[in-house]
């Protein structure tokens, strides 16, 4: 049986997360030695640490089968792959910013400015879209120092708090993408690296949904029951159990992370006791 080919970051934001989704879906790898190939022992799979930038290259040509990388990488090489699942880590914007001291009236700011930037194409694509004339400066990298030592007038670069452009006398005026990590896959697997591929994606998702929900477990007075249940629906129906008190239930259910505050209240003022909330290690629906 061939194995299936993934890349993934060799070194950089994106390695480390990886590898934990890797580990999450069972494949126990280890780059400890900083090799370029690692195989795992119990999955079909074989993982190349290469440069994040030439990972898109390296999918389209069928070096590696799959990969992990950053969307925003994936618009910028615009290679010929498919992306087949985003992993909801490594998540950022790509976004203009210009000096703080600027006044900014809107898109049209940027007329006929030079703006420095390592995705000259993301960028061009946007402003061609909107009909404006910009001169593009490609530089690989320390992008947010360019206005400052007089190479741009503006720059457009990944930003996540926001703090780097503070530090560099710079504004964020606006957000043309958000990105995060996606797999990514070559275009024309063999029937058989789809399989492998297929029962990889099983197991993201699992992953992926365990984080995304909580298991909750209550006590409620029986008056309250019906009330709880319509505010827990969990994955078919929650589990309801009597409690060695009479007239008491035990509730067990599923909530989504992002829902938890909102229904911990509605919760309480249904009279609910003894809420435990615990996190699941996979989900499969
Ligand atoms: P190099 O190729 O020189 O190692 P890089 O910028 O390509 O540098 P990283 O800085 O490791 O590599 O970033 C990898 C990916 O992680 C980016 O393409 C982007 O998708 C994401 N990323 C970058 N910066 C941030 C950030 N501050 N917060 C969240 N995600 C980020
Ligand atoms: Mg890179």
Sequence with gaps: MSNLKISIQKSGRL???????????????????????????????????????DIPQYVEQGVADIGIIGENEVWEKDKNVSVIEKLGFASCKLSLAIPRDESYNGITYFEGKKIATSYP????KYFDKKNINIEIEEISGSVEIATGIGLADAIFDIVSTGSTLVMNGLKEVEV???????????KSLSKEKQEILEKLLFRIQAVRMSLEYKYILLNVPNSSLEKVTSILPGMKSPTILPLGIEGWSSIHSVIKEDDFWNVIEQLKNNNAEGILVLPIEKMIF
């Design 121 to 124: 194409k993301i960028l061009k």
């Design 15 to 53: 390695s480390e997360k990886s590898i934990q989704l890797l580990n999450e879906c069972g494949i126990k790898i280890s780059n400890g030695d900083r090799k370029l190939k690692a195989s795992a022992k119990n999955f079909p799979i074989e993982i190349l640490f290469l440069r994040d930038d």
């Design 176 to 186: 043309v993408e958000q990105s995060e990590a996606v797999l990514i896959a070559n």
